[in-house]
């Protein structure tokens, strides 16, 4: 069923649960996860790369997630990720996107919110024309950046080091918040995309730090990799919503390598294999479900 991606998260964060949010490339890992999102009986959110809403195909593979999404038996939303081109936010909300990651990160302080204020004023013309299109649209941005590549795991942010672009500054999180009119905010406290070099090392110090200088739920990118142990402290934090990508994508292809024989062997068995893609896929998802619901 449709919902704001914003309630969904400030729902969760009431009861201490945090929401995972899990990259789909394609339809059958987004059918797995919404499976398992509707068997454990909560909501979930499914993230498109902004690689995937930039082509034809990707985007109708968000009208897909948008039917997918509104005809669930939980509250499912549709988000693109890691945005920080308007044409590709215009392209992805007119075809059903509900919330975008407007992703300034890697611009100065001054111009990532101006990317984000200029992320809502397409927004709101969108709205305002005949389709009703990016209304009720929520907006997450991002304050300090993520080492590593969304779409391609290679090892990044040696443990205990900041990433490159440097942690966020919690100095800087009221006046980023006021300033960008987001409604979530995702944090850079250690996390990284792809694989961890070593162990993950979050600093919960630095992500307590901002957690008590705003009221907007924070999301924690690049969670493939940190233990389940350490997820569960999140919501704790007023981290409401988590990302996987990375280990969803490890679980899938190492399936997909170990099956295929087979199923080509039982008569180019297509529907046995993609039944096994759905089970990787849906027993992730389960997990990340359970860690981080209370
Ligand atoms: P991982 O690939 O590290 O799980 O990160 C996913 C993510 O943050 C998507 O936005």
């Known amino acids: 069923m449709r919902v704001r991606l914003d309630q969904l998260v400030i729902s969760a964060l009431q009861q201490g649960s ?78 059903g996107a509900d919330s975008v990651l407007v992703d300034g990160s890697s611009l100065d302080y001054e111009d990532n919110i101006a990317l984000v204020r200029a992320a809502g004023a397409v927004l709101d013309v969108l709205a305002s024309g005949g389709s009703g299109a990016g209304s009720e649209i929520v907006i997450e941005a991002e304050l300090g950046g993520l080492a590593g590549d969304e779409d391609r795991a290679f090892g990044s942010g040696a443990a205990g080091h900041a990433p490159a672009a440097g942690f966020t500054d919690s100095a800087q999180v009221e006046d980023f918040v006021a300033r960008s009119g987001a409604q979530l905010l995702a944090v850079a406290v250690g996390n990284v995309h792809g694989r961890y070099k070593g162990e993950p090392e979050l600093r919960w110090d630095v992500l307590q730090d901002i957690a008590v200088r705003t009221r907007i739920p924070l999301v924690l990118h690049g969670a493939s990799g940190i233990p389940a142990a350490e997820l569960v402290k999140a919501a704790a934090m007023n981290v409401g919503k988590v990302n996987f990508n990375t280990e969803l994508r490890t679980g899938v292809l190492e399936t997909l390598e170990a099956c295929t024989a087979a199923h080509r062997t039982d008569g180019e068995n297509l529907q046995g294999l993609l039944a096994d893609w759905d089970a990787s896929a849906g027993t992730f998802a389960a997990a990340a479900l359970a860690t981080l619901s209370r």
Do not use: M, W
């Open 18 to 95: 945090a929401v995972p949010a899990f990259t789909c490339y394609d339809f059958t890992t987004a059918l797995a996860v919404v499976g398992a999102a509707e068997a454990a009986g909560r909501g979930v959110i499914l993230l498109v790369s902004p690689s995937t809403a930039a082509t034809r195909n990707g985007l109708r593979l968000i009208a897909a997630l948008r039917g997918l999404a509104d005809g669930a038996g939980v509250p499912v939303a549709v988000q693109l990720d890691h945005a920080s081109k308007l044409r590709v936010i215009a392209d992805a909300v007119s075809a």
